[in-house]
């Protein structure tokens, strides 16, 4: 009977599965390519839907959502400077807008109030 427990001599074990690489080469090939998890949450009571989360999450780099079309972070004024530069801007020109209207309907208010 043969011993399982141990290997023929001169035999080198060889790791049964994937090959392993490391942590940063599996994170380098998921940004690389992107990776997108979905999943859908639903609470219902006696066949009434109470409550449905929709859960969508796009894991990639900047390069591969910009290929995809994903680019929220440069408008999202929380995010982006020059987003929040520009939201600025542009309220400050509707203000503007505003404020050339109401003086234009009473004159005198345009001259301090007289």
């Known amino acids: ?7 023929p001599a001169g035999a080198d074990p060889q790791p049964v599965g994937p090959p392993s690489g490391s942590l940063a080469d599996l994170l380098e090939r998921v ?5 997108v998890i ?9 066949d009434i839907e ?4 929709r859960l969508r999450l796009f894991i990639a780099s900047v390069e591969t959502a910009k290929k995809a079309g994903i680019d ?7 995010l982006s400077s020059r987003a929040a530069r520009d ?10 807008a505003r ?6 309907a009473d004159p005198d208010t345009a001259e301090g109030g007289k």
Not at 31 to 35: E, Q, S, V
Not at 50 to 53: M, R, V
């Open 99 to 104: 404020l050339e209207a109401l003086e234009e």
């Open 50 to 53: 109470l409550l449905t989360i």
């Open 72 to 78: 929220w972070w440069e408008t999202d004024p929380a």
């Open 87 to 96: 939201a600025l801007t542009e309220e400050n020109a509707q203000l503007r």
């Open 31 to 35: 940004l690389d390519k992107g990776i």
């Open 1 to 7: 009977m043969t011993d399982l427990g141990t290997w």
């Open 38 to 46: 979905a999943g859908d949450i639903k609470i219902e009571l006696l």
